[in-house]
């Protein structure tokens, strides 16, 4: 997100790019291909209603937001002009090993440093997936969406606080502590949505289940951050 804001033009060529030229290798090798389009709930900005269901009004916030709903107008040309079959899997909050610079691997990484500060108000959400999760509920997309247009969340169904998430990765960490939160700034740069929490019944409909807990996968993600920060 904050690249999106410092090269919009790079950002934007970068997203729908690649995808168009995927799409018309699609189109012209006439073939029976499938597109599963990796979207973000960036697309929905800070909705008026939880949980967040697919089909309510898409509104950014950002710059990678806007350009995550470029690609799925892209792609929704493709399905309405030339019968592509597609779907588009909308993911909330990711986190595990593997996954740098993202909420879970920054408080993480910062509080094995002493650092226990958050920007915001405290009251901030997301909807955390773990990311072998992630993965079963793409692969459970591919296998059984009806690549029809449709949207679907990829995320937990739960909303967790931020701070209730930095102070359990505090705990799990050893270190223990409260957060200190800095007050957000009014600057357009860091405008992030206040609260997310999916509404996960299509995903469900296709028989995903999220397996890991977020407490299991916090202590998995601290250990691996312990040994790659």
Do not use: M
Not at 176 to 196: A, D, E, M, Q, Y
């Amino acid at each position: 997100v904050p690249d999106s804001f410092k090269k919009p033009s790079q950002h934007f060529t970068a997203q729908l790019h690649p995808l168009l030229n995927l799409l018309e290798h699609v189109r012209l090798s006439n073939a029976s291909t499938k597109v599963l389009l990796i979207s973000s709930a960036a697309v929905y900005g800070d909705p008026v209603k939880l949980p967040i269901a697919e089909n309510v009004n898409l509104s950014p916030l950002s710059p990678y937001g806007y350009h995550k709903l470029h690609q799925e107008l892209l792609l929704d040309q493709y399905i309405n002009l030339h019968e592509l079959r597609a779907c588009k899997a909308r993911i909330f909050s990711t986190y595990g090993a593997g996954l740098r610079n993202l909420a879970v691997w920054d408080i993480t990484k910062r509080a094995l440093a002493g650092d226990r500060t958050l920007h915001g108000t405290g009251e901030e959400s997301r909807d955390y997936l773990y990311v072998d999760d992630v993965a079963r509920a793409l692969v459970c997309v591919a296998e059984r969406s009806s690549f029809a247009g449709e949207a679907i969340n990829i995320a937990s169904g739960c909303e967790t606080k931020i701070t209730d998430l930095a102070e359990t990765i505090y705990r799990l960490s050893g270190l223990g502590g409260r957060v200190k939160l800095i007050p957000p700034t009014t600057n357009g740069h860091n405008k992030n949505p206040l609260r997310w929490h999916a509404d996960i019944t299509r995903l469900r409909g296709l028989g995903f289940e999220p397996s890991v807990s977020l407490e299991n996968g916090l202590s998995a993600t601290v250990e691996w951050v312990k040994s790659n920060a």
